[in-house]
C-alpha cells in the first residue's frame, strides 16, 4: 500500500481522472453562464486552451517516442494553468453542492475539505517531481501555492463558525499545501515527513537549543508587545491583557500562516540545500538566509491591507526577516518543523489578540523609536544568525541538512 502511494504511476492515473473531471464539469459551468456573454467568453476561451493541453497531457502520455522537448512544454504549461484550473473547479462546484443540498452542508463542507487538501498532490508528483533545477524548482512553488484564495470563495454558511472560519481564514489551504509539499519533497528523494527523527549529532548541544528558544522567545515577546512601549526594557511589563479581543477568527487567521508559510520557508530550506549542495561552505547559510529574504518580500502584499501604507509595509519587510533568521535555524538545529510553526503562530495570534486579524499588519510613523526598533529586530537576530554559524553549532545543522537531504545512510524509496 505505501509502495502504491509513493507511487508515479498511482498519481498519473489520478491526474488523468482529474484532467477528465475537469473537463465536464468547466463543460457544464461554461454553458451555464452563456447568457452572460462577458463570462461565458472568457470561460469559452479558457475550456479551449486547457483542453488543448489536456490533449496534449494524454499525447504526451501514451506516446511512447514523444520527444523531451514535448514533455517539457506540456509539463510547465500544466504548472502553469491546470493548479488554478482546479481549485477554480473545485469552489465552483462546492458552491452549487452548498447551495442546492443545505441539509447536509456539514458533510460536504468535510467531503470539499478532504478532496481540497489532495487536489493538487497530483500535478506535484507527475510535473514538478521530475523537475531538478533548484531555481525552477523555486519558480514552480509560486504556481502551486494559489489554494488560499478559491478556500476563500467556498460560500460556507457563516452559522457554522468552525467551518466557516477554518475554511475562510486558509487553515484548509494551509494543510493542503503542507500535504503538497510532503508529497513533493519526498518526490525529489528527500524525507516525506519534514519532521526529522531526533538523531542527536555528535556535536549537539542542550545549551544551544536552549539559547535558540530562549532567543526565539524574546524575539516573540518583544515583537508582539512593542505597540505597549517601544522602551526596550519595560516593553513585557506594559501588557493589557483585558484588552485582547478573542474570537475565532483571530484563532484560526494564526494557525494559517504558522502553518502556511512555515510550509513555504520549509520549501524554500530544501530547495536551497539541494540547490547549493555542491558548495558545502554555502549551502546552509544560502537556505537560511535566502529563505528569509524571500520570506520577507513575500509581505509586500500587504501594502494596503486594511489601511497598511508603503512605508509600514516596506518596514515590515525588512522586520520579519529576523524572526526568520531564527526560525530557519531553529528548524535546522533540531529538524522539527513544528517548532517554527508554533512561533510563528504565537507572533500572529497575540498580534491579532491586540488588534484583531482584519487590521493593518504593520505601523510606522517615521519617529526616531521606529527606527531603533526596526534595528534591533532585524540587527540582533542576524547578529545571533552568525554565531549560529560557527563551530559544533554549525555542524548540527549541517548533520541535519544531510538527514533533511536522505544524504546520511540508505536512500529512502524514490518515486519510480
Known amino acids: 500500500m505505501k509502495e502504491r502511494i509513493f507511487s508515479r504511476k498511482f498519481w498519473q492515473k489520478v491526474f488523468n481522472y482529474q484532467l477528465i473531471i475537469w473537463f465536464l464539469l468547466m463543460i457544464s459551468y461554461t454553458f451555464s453562464q452563456r447568457n452572460n456573454h462577458f463570462y461565458f467568453i472568457g470561460d469559452l476561451f479558457n475550456l479551449a486552451f486547457s483542453t488543448a493541453i489536456m490533449g496534449l497531457n494524454f499525447y504526451v502520455q501514451f506516446k511512447k517516442d514523444s520527444s523531451k522537448t514535448n514533455t517539457q512544454i506540456v509539463r510547465w504549461l500544466t504548472i502553469v494553468i491546470f493548479p488554478f484550473n482546479f481549485c477554480q473547479i473545485w469552489h465552483i462546484t462546492g458552491n452549487f453542492l452548498l447551495k442546492n443540498l443545505p441539509a447536509i452542508e456539514i458533510l460536504l463542507v468535510l467531503l470539499l475539505w478532504a478532496v481540497y487538501i489532495f487536489l493538487l498532490v497530483p500535478i506535484a508528483v507527475v510535473h514538478v517531481g521530475p523537475i531538478k533545477n533548484w531555481f525552477l524548482r523555486l519558480l514552480t512553488i509560486y504556481f502551486l501555492d494559489i489554494q488560499y484564495g478559491d478556500a476563500q470563495n467556498l460560500a460556507i454558511n457563516p452559522d457554522f463558525r468552525w467551518l466557516h472560519s477554518l475554511t475562510y481564514q486558509g487553515v484548509i489551504a494551509a494543510i493542503a499545501l503542507l500535504t503538497m509539499t510532503c508529497f513533493l519533497v519526498k518526490a525529489w528523494g528527500y524525507h516525506f515527513n519534514p519532521n526529522l527523527k531526533f538523531i542527536k549529532s555528535p556535536s549537539f548541544q542542550k545549551k544551544i537549543l536552549l539559547a535558540l528558544l530562549i532567543m526565539a522567545t524574546i524575539d516573540l515577546f518583544y515583537n508582539e508587545f512593542i505597540n505597549y512601549d517601544k522602551a526596550i526594557w519595560t516593553v513585557f511589563f506594559g501588557v493589557?491583557?483585558?484588552?485582547?479581543?478573542?474570537?475565532?477568527?483571530?484563532?484560526?487567521?494564526?494557525?494559517?500562516?504558522?502553518?502556511?508559510?512555515?510550509?513555504?520557508?520549509?520549501?524554500?530550506?530544501?530547495?536551497?540545500?539541494?540547490?547549493?549542495?555542491?558548495?558545502?561552505?554555502?549551502?546552509?547559510?544560502?537556505?537560511?538566509?535566502?529563505?528569509?529574504?524571500?520570506?520577507?518580500?513575500?509581505?509586500?502584499?500587504?501594502?494596503?491591507?486594511?489601511?497598511?501604507?508603503?512605508?509600514?509595509?516596506?518596514?515590515?519587510?525588512?522586520?520579519?526577516?529576523?524572526?526568520?533568521?531564527?526560525?530557519?535555524?531553529?528548524?535546522?538545529?533540531?529538524?522539527?518543523?513544528?517548532?517554527?510553526?508554533?512561533?510563528?503562530?504565537?507572533?500572529?495570534?497575540?498580534?491579532?489578540?491586540?488588534?484583531?486579524?482584519?487590521?493593518?499588519?504593520?505601523?510606522?510613523?517615521?519617529?526616531?523609536?521606529?527606527?531603533?526598533?526596526?534595528?534591533?529586530?532585524?540587527?540582533?537576530?542576524?547578529?545571533?544568525?552568525?554565531?549560529?554559524?560557527?563551530?559544533?553549532?554549525?555542524?548540527?545543522?549541517?548533520?541535519?541538512?544531510?538527514?533533511?537531504?536522505?544524504?546520511?545512510?540508505r536512500q529512502s524509496m524514490i518515486y519510480q
Open 240 to 409: 493589557d491583557i483585558g484588552s485582547f479581543k478573542f474570537s475565532i477568527p483571530n484563532l484560526t487567521a494564526a494557525i494559517e500562516p504558522g502553518i502556511l508559510e512555515e510550509t513555504e520557508r520549509y520549501l524554500l530550506i530544501v530547495i536551497f540545500l539541494a540547490g547549493f549542495n555542491r558548495f558545502p561552505k554555502y549551502r546552509i547559510p544560502v537556505a537560511i538566509y535566502g529563505s528569509a529574504i524571500l520570506f520577507g518580500l513575500s509581505h509586500l502584499s500587504n501594502f494596503c491591507w486594511h489601511g497598511e501604507s508603503f512605508t509600514a509595509t516596506i518596514a515590515q519587510v525588512i522586520g520579519v526577516m529576523g524572526s526568520a533568521f531564527i526560525w530557519a535555524e531553529l528548524y535546522l538545529y533540531t529538524g522539527k518543523l513544528w517548532l517554527p510553526m508554533i512561533y510563528h503562530f504565537l507572533m500572529d495570534y497575540i498580534s491579532d489578540l491586540q488588534s484583531g486579524w482584519n487590521s493593518a499588519g504593520w505601523s510606522w510613523n517615521g519617529e526616531i523609536t521606529d527606527y531603533i526598533y526596526t534595528v534591533l529586530i532585524v540587527g540582533v537576530p542576524l547578529l545571533f544568525s552568525i554565531l549560529m554559524l560557527f563551530g559544533k553549532r554549525r555542524q548540527v545543522m549541517e548533520d541535519n541538512a544531510d538527514l533533511i537531504l536522505n544524504l546520511n545512510g
